[in-house]
């Protein structure tokens, strides 16, 4: 059967891509089972869970709101002082972030093509790009719609909290329920990503709006929030949870900490960053690598809790993996053909 990738890529050179792809010697893992409990899987899967990235995410939360956000009375009233401050403070914490993958990876390229998804570098001379660069596109992207919309969501937060219009949980008072919210974070997260995610694969959708996101076939870290406007309000609003349950600040920052500097990390395209001789760091997405080379599977925000498992769009790289996905989209490509003719 064909394969799906060469009849979706607009680069003719989808097949030089493709013998020079790198994959994990490990296939992708199915979704953990909470029962029977298996403690000794569980205790696994929960180091996998909270060590590097949620455990970083949640230290740069911390100091964040401690020393880089303005206080709770000064956010009682909007004014454009503070309102300033936290738009240049996300620029450029999201600058220095991604530029500590961004600069060692494909600028100075320290380790090569070594554990790197895609053989290919940053397309340059890409009309499917504005300015024809991947980079600069986008660059433009996250800077002239990811970070303010970001912005305009946490400003409202912030100024929700301040004149107790939302409902807030003191950190001391109630540290046990805080601290689950935290941990539960990542796995709302990957439920709001897919309910979001699938419908803008819709054609309409997807072509005036993901498909600025999917020109990112060959991912690098700058790639993760380059979006359509429409895009970055759907993917932001996750945050308007906590207008709605009792939730303490902490618990606000960090998920849109979490949202705002993850899609660095999950687009590097790369497996492993290399510390140093020894030391390598798990970059990996390669489950959402998968999606922005094939499209038609993995809609879901990562393998933590692979909800694509449940809905039959889950694919590990294997070759039965493959099949079923064209299978899949096949049929419902006959479908439609056939009703077309029908009608």
């Known amino acids: 059967m064909t394969d799906i990738a060469d009849t979706r890529h607009k680069n003719s050179d989808a097949n030089k891509e493709r013998r020079t792809e790198w994959r994990p010697e490990s296939l992708l893992s199915p979704p953990p089972k909470f029962w029977p409990v298996r403690p000794v899987g569980f205790a696994k899967w929960l180091y996998f869970y909270l060590v590097p990235w949620t455990s970083i995410y949640i230290a740069i939360s911390i ?175 996750g945050v308007l949870i906590y207008w709605i349950i009792p939730s303490n600040p902490v618990n606000a920052m960090y998920h849109l900490m979490h949202v705002s500097l993850a899609p660095a990390q999950t687009h590097t395209g790369f497996e492993k960053l290399i510390v140093r001789d020894g030391v390598e760091m798990r970059m990996e997405d390669y489950y959402h690598y998968l999606h922005h080379r094939y499209f038609e599977c993995n809609y879901g925000g990562g393998g933590l809790m692979n909800i694509d498992a449940w809905f039959g769009t889950f694919n590990d790289g294997s070759p039965e993996a493959m099949e079923k996905m064209n299978h899949r989209v096949m049929s419902r490509q006959q479908k439609v053909q056939s009703e077309g003719q029908s009608t």
Not at 100 to 129: D, E, I, T
Not at 147 to 153: D, E
Not at 193 to 212: D, K
Request: positive net charge.
């Open 63 to 237: 100091i964040v709101l401690g020393y880089l956000t303005p206080s709770i009375e000064t956010m009682k009233a909007f004014r454009w002082d503070w309102i300033a401050f936290i738009f240049a403070r996300n620029c450029a914490l999201l600058t220095l972030f991604v530029s500590c993958l961004h600069v060692p990876l494909y600028v100075k390229k320290v380790q090569g093509l070594r554990f790197k998804y895609n053989g290919r570098w940053l397309s340059r001379n890409n009309r499917n790009f504005l300015f024809s660069s991947q980079l600069l596109d986008n660059l433009f992207w996250t800077f002239a719609s990811a970070v303010p919309i970001w912005t305009a969501y946490e400003v409202l937060t912030w100024w929700m909290f301040a004149n107790r219009y939302i409902p807030y949980v003191s950190f001391s008072d109630h540290p046990v329920y805080c601290i689950a919210m935290l941990v539960a974070t990542p796995l709302f997260l990957n439920i709001h990503f897919y309910l979001i995610h699938r419908p803008i694969h819709w054609p309409l959708l997807y072509r005036w709006v993901h498909s600025v996101h999917h020109a990112n076939v060959n991912v690098g870290p700058w790639s993760g929030l380059s979006m359509h406007p429409v895009e970055h309000l759907l993917y932001f609003s």
